[in-house]
């Protein structure tokens, strides 16, 4: 039963290409690099013909890409991320480095700017080799990234390499089967049947009962169930390709964008990265007490009233205020962010932090309100009027100390705020007075010495309690990235539960071959053999239907 | 208080239906069936009171209880036992349920070691996700877990413990240390329960140097209490009070200063502890039985047909695999985006459910393309197990994260 | 056939695209500049309400100061700051001092009082943020082609410490 090889010249759209083709007992064309024969299933290739194990069944033995003789270094490189087993080394090789990549604090948590002295200092030398290796950002690092690369690579070309094939061989699948590919089957029954026809006809509906579909042809029959399932590891290979190319898409302008900042109470403050504004209305820690056990408390959550406006002009100039406009409002919680126009808001955490934002300062002239001052603690405007007097705000100290006698801030919080007023009277006399309002401090610097100082009182004054830090993102990619991962489950679904499984029918004369494949269960699929024979008044063991005793291939 | 009531019926009845289990092996056939039967309605009844156990802690709290790594742990041997079931009604072998109700009863016992008081949920866990996502990969881990008893059954069963050769030596090594594994786990839960229940304490203070937010040093004290006797006391810290243990009134040595946090020490002393007192009690049952423990056990298992151990091993990760990979990795991403705005952020817990993912995908492979079945399938459902549970536990308590729970 | 071989081909030039694609943009991450890098561009504007671009300096030696009136060094090294200015601004020499995030009610006070006449730079954390500046004062030295050649972290003096010698930076810097 050799081959017989053939020199077959074929025009495919335009292009000539020389083909060797080997040709079947049966007649069939079979394609360079078949195992088994497309149309009756004869081992074609020399190695498989001479043995006598179990046929390898894999791709029904059509020919693939990658098993092309003579690689070329195109070849070489299907090859190489065709196989299996390097698919199994690059997902093991992978996971150990993600191992390595658990076992210290990576950068992007770690509570400080200079990361490099931080390992060394937290961990020692154990830290100083590991940032210097690069594990300090294990999942950012150019060869982890490499390592997935390879995976999709792995993926795309491993599933073509197999699917076309098998697609056009489960395709052109006939029910007429060689003897020897049968005897060759792992599920295997010889028998004998008095009259092809009944039996045949029996046979068909007990099959069709257990939701095979069944072809006929002479005294052959094929009865297939499940093929779908086949499918199964090529739809979750295409649904992890889907899922890397969205994430990969995340480096594209606009796609992704992740910055977080913070807002006092009354503040409000420009969204890095976007046009918008945040103002913090109010924050609310929630306290919920239950009924049961000991009044424990059940429930706790803090969220932001929030309003976003949008800038409609002056946005980058320091001496102007920007034009808002509001959008809209929500209260941001944890699991409740604010979403608008692709941004979304979410509340990471929350300080509290109590700092005056603004005071207003009652000014009197012999014990008489002129006027009052209201001072924006954070940015306070230069100058004010009140009635005939003009005000301007020529010093500042957010939180007063002194450095060597001389006036400074320690910080730039409002802590302490002391203010230089430059008055300048109805008169035109100019006064400058220098006021503490926390320390119930203020003096008259320079002024008319005859009459009487100024005084300023603290009429009133807003503060802000919490200090709310929340995250603004974009993440385009996500609705992408969820249908390859969900793909990819309907996928491991229809291979892992389903089974393909075949059997086939071949009578001569009177005696009757059965033989029966499939990609996995075959506990399974014997019981089924056995329970289908029964019906045609073959009883047998289902454990008996067990062929693998046949030298092992 | 109710709750606890009914968790220790639990408790008790997994414990029947272990013995149930046990009982099976040692009769014929038809008796082995029905023992096994009678097993099955046992772990059946424990299932339905330690679900109703839950739902009263639900019912208690205001929120599922899966939200600590106690409730967690629990509720996972509560899986273990309903993957169990369902396993069963597939292959009706009740020798899985030997080695599958003791590892809920261990499960549920290690979790009954931490801090069992109902707490509020933190705002983040405030989320339907919560439920879905924790249950989920509770039940996937679950039907990986009964894997791995089968797949640790298969092994017991056919490693020959005569085998001289050096592979074969391997594979009792592999098997030995597999049991002193659970021995050490066992060994710490007695451990705990036993000084604690004798109402053991040793505390000490340690005074660690740390830069507060104006980059100043400060010295901050810290406090830690012991339950176990201190082998290993934190670094750098002062004795405050020692109950006397079998004469040691100082603990014997420093834990070294790499080791940041209080914390850090008492936990180095729990797992030396553990690993001690789990080698000892290997090294007396060797003494006693003179052969490895496997050798002994295995006896049990003839008569089981491996190629079912084999098959229910790989049904098991199969049906399993699908259900972690939505549990613990879909659904716990789109809950990580609702609540924080990132559906993956590299925290170790994340990393490692990766990892047990990337392992069960690589097992898959290795069985259904490259044709691994039999002992060397087996032994990859062992140590995908064992990552499983560092993921559950070891990342808890070694790596300090955002899953971080409380630790012993 | 040969059309599998293109098949195979564009498909490994998407991946190797990919690849080129994600790994750059790991490569090109901005870190904060280091000496021997170029200086980071920025716009931002003075005190004086003019706009002032970095790149606009090049062809001249630039010290970049970044300062606030709460930090006590920075208040201590601004009068030598200045001095430096006045002396060596005929040989070319810009000195821009980046403020962080004060309001300028009280830069103005301070610099008045200082006598500071080299131009004022208001920061919101943006620029400071781009340089990767956490602790202060913090002064790079970039020379005309708009590399830096050192940066000073902490408060610097003329002749006491050799690492924070503001004379003899200024001095490395021109010779070129």
Known sequence: MKPSAGLVVFKQGGALALLTNTKCECGHQNPVGTVLCEACGLPVQQEVAESDGLLEMRYEGAARRSQKSNPKLLDRIWNFFSSVKVAVYLIIITLLLSILGTLLPQVNVVPSYDPASYYAEEYGKLGELYYSLGLADTFGSWWYKGLVLMIAASLIICSLDRIIPLYKALKKQQPVKHETFLKRQKVLYIGEVADAESWLKEAEEAIRERRYQVTREGTSLLGEKNRFSRWGPYINHVGLIILLAALLTRGLPGWYMEQGFSVNEGQTVSIPGTNYYLKNLKFTEVKEVGPHVSGQELQFAFETDAILYRCVADCNNPFAEPQLEEVLQHKIRPNEPLKYDGYSIYQIDYAFSPQATIMTLNVLRDGQPIGELVLNLTDPAPAYQLGDVSVELTGYYPELTSVDGVPATKSRLPNNPAFILDMTLADGTTEQYFVVPFQQYQTRISGAEDSEPLTFEIGGMEASFYSSYLMVKVERALPYVLAGALIFLFGVVIGLYWQHRRIWVRIDGSRLIVAAHTNKNWYGLRDELAKILDKTGIEIDAKSLDNSGVGKS | MVAFILYNLSFIVFGISVLGKRWSNRDADSHMRRWGGIGLWIAILGLISHASFTGLRWAASGHIPVSNLYEFLTFFGMMVTLAFIVIYAIYRKPLIGLFAMPLSVVIVAYGAVFPSAVTPLIPQLQSIWLYIHVTLAALGEAFLAVGFAAGFMYLLRTVNFKDRSASGKRQIRGVEYTLIALITLIAFIVLVFSFNGAGYRAEFVQTLIEEDELGQKVEVEQTVTYIIPPIVKPHNSVQVEMQPFLGMKEPLFEAPAWMKGVNAGRKLNTIIWSLAVGLILYGLIRLIIRRPLGAVVSPIMNGIDEQDLDEISYRAIAIGYPIFTLGALIFASIWAHQAWGRFWAWDPKETWALITWLFYTAYLHLRLSRGWQGTKSAWMSVIGFLIIMFTLIGVNLVIAGLHSYAGV | ?176
């Open chain 3, 1 to 176: 056939m040969a059309r599998n071989k293109w098949v195979q081909l564009t498909i490994l030039a998407v991946i190797i695209a990919a690849g080129a694609f994600t790994i750059g943009a790991n490569l090109s991450k901005t870190p904060a500049p280091k000496v021997g890098e170029t200086a980071p561009n920025f716009s931002l504007y003075g005190l004086d309400g003019a706009a002032y671009e970095l790149n606009d300096f090049i062809g001249h030696p630039v010290v970049l100061n970044f300062w606030g009136s709460f930090c006590e060094p920075c208040v201590r090294e601004m009068p030598l700051l200045q001095k430096k200015y006045e002396k060596y601004r005929d040989q070319g020499l810009v000195v821009l001092g980046v403020n962080l995030d004060e309001s300028t009610v009280t830069i103005n006070n301070f610099i008045r009082g200082m006598n500071i006449t080299f131009p004022i730079l208001l920061d919101k954390n943006v620029v400071r943020k781009q340089y990767g500046v956490y602790n202060y004062p913090t002064t790079f030295f970039i020379d005309e082609k708009g590399v830096i050649r050192q940066e000073i972290v902490g408060e610097m003096n003329e002749g006491s410490l050799p690492s924070h010698d503001i004379e003899k930076a200024i001095k490395r810097l021109l010779s070129g």
